[in-house]
């Protein structure tokens, strides 16, 4: 069974920064990529970050890029997303997701049940 657990999610002051982590376990790690996504109240789920398997490759939508950073470390079976320099348009409830390369949400077929960031202008 494929288990994805977001944590860090937060209140955070408009400019500052949280560090979320999504913990996978069930299918090996490596072989697949992770990505995060984010649904703000009444929005569609949108991409917000991917990674490779091997974590050589990464991508970003147009409005975190140069903001938010994502990583992931094998041995720990953990995928981080820091984010800096947060807006009150950052706020939604971010999703990690596992799966193969993409910025859809088709392309990833497991997904974590969602942790909450809010930022306060």
């Known amino acids: 069974q494929v288990q994805l657990v977001e944590s860090g999610g937060g209140l955070v002051q408009a400019g500052g920064s949280l560090r979320l982590s999504c913990a996978a376990s069930g299918r090996t790690f490596s072989w697949y990529a992770m990505g995060w996504f984010r649904q703000a109240p009444g929005k569609e789920r949108e991409f917000v970050a991917v990674?490779?398997?091997?974590?050589?490759?990464?991508d970003y939508a147009d409005s975190v890029k140069d903001r938010f950073t994502i990583s992931r470390d094998s041995a720990k079976k953990t995928v981080y997303l820091q984010m800096n320099s947060l807006k009150p348009e950052d706020t939604a409830i971010y999703y990690c997701?596992?799966?193969?390369?993409?910025?859809?949400?088709?392309?990833?077929?497991?997904w974590g049940r969602g942790t909450q960031v809010t930022v306060s202008s």
């Open positions: 990674i490779s398997g091997s974590g050589l490759s990464t």
């Open positions: 997701a596992s799966g193969t390369w993409g910025t859809r949400a088709i392309d990833y077929d497991y």
